[in-house]
């Protein structure tokens, strides 16, 4: 729906930036805060976060917002109509989201490290359950559809130090139990120690999430990327219906 009326409403000069009213028919597109400048150029939309970082710590609590009713609320308070999402921000973008919302990286993953057959140290990233609840993964990773568990794993570690004085944890033990209910008796009938309940990619989850009915996907781009042997849609966007709709 167009936003102002107007297609060219973009075009026009208008008075100094606290003086301006928006219409009614206007609303706020979500994304991160880096493609802020690029909404407005190429889709005459407003975001709710641009590189100036205005409204970054709201787009980041959005988006790793743990339920649904947390990210409608952030949703409503900035006007929110569509939510653009792209493969950089559920991978490699994703650490930063933790940190503008004041939070840290490593209650969503970590690097943990196996010894392999002939001794050697290997890195492997385990994701936390706190990451599939994230809504940005639950919107791009499984369209906002419930998911039920196949596996949840149990992992146990020892905190290590290198001998140049580098921290690094290493994988003692690795349990596959058919559903987090399992893991997490598992885990409560062991003496205390350093266990996780992981997932070992970002497109299989540990932990069931329940449907997210307040986002309808809308369109997904031609141009594709390969992760975790998927081929996906580089973007994808969503309607929010809001928070009373369905």
Same mark, same amino acid.
């Given at each position: 729906?167009? #936003? ?32 802020? /400048? ?31 009713? +947390?990210?409608?609320?952030? =949703?409503? !308070?900035?006007? +929110? !109509? ?5 493969? =950089? ?13 004041? +939070? ?15 001794? !050697?140290? @290997? ?5 936390? #359950? ?27 570690? @020892? ?9 690094? !944890? &290493? ?9 987090? @209910?399992? =893991? ?10 350093? /266990? ?23 369109? &997904? ?12 849609? +580089?973007?994808?966007?969503? @309607?929010?219906?809001?928070?009373? &709709?369905?």
């Amino acid at each position: 729906a167009e #936003p102002f009326g107007d297609p060219d409403f973009y075009y026009e000069l208008y008075p100094p930036w606290g003086s301006f009213k928006y219409p009614e028919t206007a609303y706020g597109v979500m994304s991160w805060w880096d493609y802020g /400048y690029w909404i407005m150029e190429i889709s005459h939309r407003i975001p709710n976060s641009n590189p100036s970082q205005a409204r970054a710590v709201e787009a980041a609590r959005f988006f790793i917002a743990q339920n649904e009713s +947390s990210a409608n609320e952030l =949703a409503d !308070k900035l006007g +929110s !109509k569509y939510v653009i999402i792209d493969h =950089a921000m559920v991978t490699g973008k994703f650490y930063a989201m933790p940190e503008w919302a004041g +939070s840290s990286k490593e209650d969503f993953y970590e690097i943990y490290y196996q010894r392999t057959q002939d001794g !050697k140290l @290997e890195p492997i990233a385990l994701f936390y #359950p706190a990451y599939y609840n994230s809504t940005v993964v639950r919107l791009y990773n499984f369209d906002g559809k419930a998911q039920t568990p196949t596996e949840s794993i149990v992992i146990s570690y @020892e905190d290590k130090v290198t001998w140049t004085g580098l921290s690094y !944890k &290493e994988i003692t033990s690795w349990k596959s139990f058919p559903a987090y @209910e399992d =893991a997490q008796a598992y885990i409560l009938s062991q003496e205390p120690g350093n /266990y996780k309940i992981v997932g070992t990619t970002p497109f299989i989850t540990p932990v069931a999430l329940e449907e997210l009915k307040s986002y309808k996907l809308v369109h &997904e781009s031609d141009a594709k990327v390969t992760m975790a042997d998927k081929s996906l849609p +580089s973007v994808k966007i969503f @309607e929010y219906l809001g928070s009373g &709709e369905s």
